[in-house]
T-cell receptor
Framework: AQSVTQLGSHVSVSEGALVLLRCNYSSSVPPYLFWYVQYPNQGLQLLLKYTTGATLVKGINGFEAEFKKSETSFHLTKPSAHMSDAAEYFCAVSDGSNTGFQKLVFGTGTRLLVSP | GAGVSQSPSNKVTEKGKDVELRCDPISGHTALYWYRQSLGQGLEFLIYFQGNSAPDKSGLPSDRFSAERTGGSVSTLTIQRTQQEDSAVYLC????????????FGPGTRLTVT
């Protein structure tokens, strides 16, 4: 079975400060890892993903994440927060050995609050 | 191009009634997923379609829940004899076939059972 833990249901930062959202996963098979963002009353949008290859992945809106197998982590970072980054962020894992489809297991989400 | 659309956007129903939720995937996407987002359970996988067949329906919470997909396109999620615990946002996503392709999510249907 796979699971995801997101530390901190809420994270508050000031505009221009570093954003760090934590994600740890548990998986008995090679994981595929994802970060999604959800704005109010909207669906989820993919920020970035790790499947294979380079462990530092860059996504949209200046976000990046690093897959660290030894720490079973996939933390999301952004050097400088914008007010528009305020949203809910979800980390997700799927079974990387299953090439047929992508059954996502989500964390509980972290709400990012950005103050001026 | 057009994204994933879902209808209705909001649905209020009385306990015990049946409801149907619709998902129109992106044209050409053969994979279609349903998820449920609720306060108590977070985001949960419900069912996956490849074309018109459902190889994985392991997330459906009870036999009151069913889904079908026709013509490799539109999908309908049906909940019979709704209960208050069915209140949630039901999200649909579609993608190209395969485990590495991005899932594109619709805006969801907010279901409230009174």
């Amino acid at each position: 079975a796979q699971s995801v833990t997101q530390l901190g249901s809420h994270v508050s930062v000031s505009e221009g400060a570093l954003v760090l959202l934590r994600c740890n996963y548990s998986s008995s098979v090679p994981p595929y890892l994802f970060w999604y963002v959800q704005y109010p009353n909207q669906g989820l949008q993919l920020l970035l993903k790790y499947t294979t290859g380079a462990t530092l992945v860059k996504g949209i809106n200046g976000f990046e994440a690093e897959f660290k197998k030894s720490e079973t982590s996939f933390h999301l970072t952004k050097p400088s927060a914008h007010m528009s980054d305020a949203a809910e962020y979800f980390c997700a894992v799927s079974d990387g050995s299953n090439t047929g489809f992508q059954k996502l297991v989500f964390g509980t989400g972290t709400r990012l609050l950005v103050s001026p | 191009g057009a994204g994933v659309s879902q209808s209705p956007s909001n649905k209020v129903t009385e306990k015990g009634k049946d409801v149907e939720l619709r998902c129109d995937p992106i044209s050409g996407h053969t994979a279609l997923y349903w998820y449920r987002q609720s306060l108590g359970q977070g985001l949960e996988f419900l069912i996956y379609f490849q074309g018109n067949s459902a190889p994985d329906k392991s997330g459906l919470p009870s036999d009151r829940f069913s889904a079908e997909r026709t013509g490799g396109s539109v999908s309908t999620l049906t909940i019979q004899r709704t209960q208050q615990e069915d209140s949630a946002v039901y999200l649909c996503a579609s993608s190209l076939s395969g485990a590495t392709y991005e899932q594109y999510f619709g805006p969801g249907t907010r279901l409230t059972v009174t």
